[in-house]
């Protein structure tokens, strides 16, 4: 059977575009930020999250992420505000991360690679649905959080890394509930934003991105936890689950503007 997408070096990011033309796009995610390209924009509003812990539902390894997946049949969990018009419904969060400390994220600041990035990916309702809103360009809104090792680690982590253990292998899931994701938020609001893509297949070119400048800590043991994820199913050979981060691609000509001087 046709490889099925992935990180490894017969179905990674550098194929994607043989079963996933758009991968080839001109708006593709993600990408290198450097600052001294970035614009700063005074009319971008903040962005505000007010997110009902009892939407989460269930976190799984579906053997390229860990993911954890909300409520959203209604205006539950919302994220209004900064560079979004309307509201955008909260429907999973995950990361990718990388083999060890040094790498992981897929956004790259200013040569700055985080140990992983945590995704809250939102759609806007007035697509209908999400498969609709994929084929918008103002369909999907997600949150990057940069997460940085370091020694104080945030505890609002905690709550996630600690049901790993139960979803070791690829097609577990299990039930994940009471939990607000606005926890993991840093101090700062501080973002930046420009349109793209998924940064997986099918790559649609339908979210507004909005990067949160200031990263969250975690500690290096929180992220051998998420290593020790695997992609494998149960009694299959174990091939751990790391470096499921999509390189950054072209910018093409687009601007990441920034709330912040
Ligand atoms: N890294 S990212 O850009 O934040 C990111 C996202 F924003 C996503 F929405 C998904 N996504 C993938 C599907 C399955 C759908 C299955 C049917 C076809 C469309 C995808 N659900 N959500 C995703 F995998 C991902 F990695
Ligand atoms: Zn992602």
Redesign the pocket.
């Known amino acids: 059977a046709q490889s099925v997408w992935g990180y490894d070096s017969d179905n990674g990011p550098e194929r994607w575009h043989e079963n996933y033309p758009l991968a080839k796009g001109d708006k593709q995610?993600?990408i290198e930020i450097n600052s001294k390209d970035v614009q700063h924009d005074s009319s971008l509003a903040p962005w505000h999250a007010s997110y009902d812990p009892g939407a989460a539902k269930t976190i799984l390894n579906n053997g390229?992420?860990c993911?954890v997946v909300f409520d959203d049949t209604f205006d539950r969990s919302v994220l209004r505000g900064g560079p979004l018009t309307g509201t955008y419904r909260l429907?999973?969060l995950?990361l990718?991360w990388g083999s060890s400390d040094d790498h992981g994220s897929?956004h790259v600041i200013d040569g700055v690679k985080y140990a992983a990035e945590l995704?809250m990916?939102h759609?806007n309702p007035k697509h209908g649905n999400?498969?609709g809103a994929?084929k918008q360009p103002d369909g999907?809104a997600?949150v990057?959080i940069f997460l940085k090792v370091g020694k104080t680690p945030k505890p609002e982590m905690k709550r996630i890394l600690e049901e790993i253990d139960n979803i070791k292998t690829k097609g577990k899931e299990a039930p994940f509930q009471h939990f607000d994701p606005s926890i993991l938020f840093p101090k700062s609001r501080d973002y930046w934003t420009y349109h793209?893509?998924?940064?997986?297949?099918?790559c649609?070119e339908c979210?507004t991105w909005i990067l949160l400048r200031e990263p969250i800590e975690v500690s290096s043991d929180q992220m051998a936890k998420l290593r020790s994820l695997s992609k494998n199913g149960e009694n299959e050979p174990v091939n751990p689950l790391v470096d499921n981060w999509?390189p950054p691609q072209p910018v093409k000509g687009r601007v990441v503007k920034a709330s912040f001087k």
């Open positions: 995610s993600p390229r992420t993911r429907r999973q995950h990718h897929e995704h990916v759609w999400f498969a994929l999907v997600v990057g793209g893509s998924f940064t997986t297949p099918p649609e979210i999509r």
